[in-house]
Every structure is written in structure tokens, then in C-alpha cells.
């Protein structure tokens, strides 16, 4: 039996690491890292980082492999990351097979918490269900990047009282959800908070958030859109790639 560890890891600050996580890095022989390419070469440093800064008197081994790559600009969304997760099941299973002996503990450090926007934990499922490898694994969470966002600009997700929403900006694409009044926004590629313009909304926003290249925003959306906007493609040139989300909300700041 191979045992693997799917860490929530925060969102980019080591200390947002838990106790639990760091007592599961002490349990690994070997972590798994996914090469994303140079643009995100910092994702993987910032993982070994982690490693060196919490695991103590303890040897461990890095085994790294490429990621595979959605195909993007598709009308089936779903079906392209369906189509990666098969090609990264494959990836997952060769490192399993070829790097892990029977025994041994192996753990994937996964950016911000393994339930949220992440499928380590649906390949982790299939793997096991298929019956090819003897594993087991534990899943730990971990402090996403919407929880830090929130503490760095020092709000609550929702109004007093109210329900709030975790959304795709592409389903905010289709529209502010009726009866909701606050809505949390990951992936936004598209800049989709300016089509509320005009609306009455605010916005807090932030890149990178918990790492050294943080950058915040917060303020009524028609005085801030045309500002995140360019200052998402100027942070986009300058590090080959963005990681942000934002809180909207109606009628203004506070709740």
C-alpha cells in the first residue's frame, strides 16, 4: 500500500500553513511537483520553500514531471477539463508507479485548499477506483485565496444576514445572481467585473494575494474598473501570469 497526502498549502504565504499540514509534510518521503513552465517557476520554488522551512530531521525527495495543458478557446469547457484530467491522471500515475516503492508516503502540495477549484482530489478518486495502484490518501486543508483575500482587506463574505456565492466568473458572465447581494469571483480571464459597471457595485480585489507580489484594490467599481483592468494586463506581461479573485458587491462597501 502507497500512502498520499493531497496538502492544502494556503495561498502563498508559508505562514498560512496549518499545524495539521505541517505535521503531514513531516510524514511524506517524496512530494510531487507539477512543472508548469517558467512563467511559474515561482509556484514550485515556493513549495520547496515550504518544505525546507517545516519539515525537520526528516529526508524527503522532489519528483517532478510536466503538466499538461488545457486546450483552451473550446465550446466545451467542461469537456476540455475533463480531456486534462484524464491526461493528468496519467501523469499522476506514472509518478506513483515508477517513483513511489509500497510504503512509502507521497504528498501533492496543493495551492490554497484540495476542494476548491482543484481536482487533485477527483484524479486521487479515479486512481484509486481504478484499482492500478494500491493507494490511499488523506486530503488536508488549507487557507484559499479568497479567505486571505477577505482578511487583507479586512471584510466578511457576506452581509448581515445574507447568503454569498464562490463563482467562475464565466457564470458571472450570465449575470449577478438573483437574491444575492455578494459574490466571490475566481478565474477571471475575461475582466467580467466590467459589465456591472454603472450598477451601484464594489469591488475588492487582489493579485497574488499573500505573496511577495501582492497587490490590492477595494473600492466603487466605476471608479476602479478601468484601473484593475489595465493593472491585470500590466501584472500579467510583467510575470507571465496572474492568479486573482474579487469580492462584488451591491449597494456599496460594508454589510
Known sequence: MKTILIIGIGAGDPDYLTVQAINALNRADLFFLMDKGNAKEKLI???KIICDRFIKDRNYRFVED??????????????????????????????I?????????GAFLVWGDPALYDSTL???EDIQ???????????????TSLQALAARHKICFNS????????????LAEGFPAGLDSLMVMLDAQDTYTQFVGQGMHIYWGAY??????????????ELAQEIRDLRAALREQHGWIMDSYLLRRGGAGG
Open 45 to 47: 520554488a515556493l513549495r
Open 66 to 95: 510536466q503538466c499538461p495543458e488545457r486546450v483552451r478557446g473550446v465550446a466545451d469547457y467542461h469537456g476540455s477539463v475533463v480531456d486534462l484530467n484524464e491526461d493528468k491522471q496519467q501523469v499522476f500515475e506514472r509518478m
Open 97 to 105: 508507479g515508477d517513483q513511489m516503492a509500497d510504503g512509502e508516503c
Open 122 to 124: 477527483r484524479i486521487m
Open 129 to 143: 477506483r481504478s484499482g492500478r495502484h494500491q493507494i490511499d490518501y488523506d486530503v488536508i486543508p488549507g487557507i
Open 160 to 171: 448581515i444576514g445574507q447568503a454569498f456565492q464562490v463563482t467562475p466568473a464565466r457564470r
Open 209 to 222: 494575494v499573500g505573496t511577495e507580489d501582492e497587490v490590492l484594490r477595494a473600492g466603487p467599481l466605476d
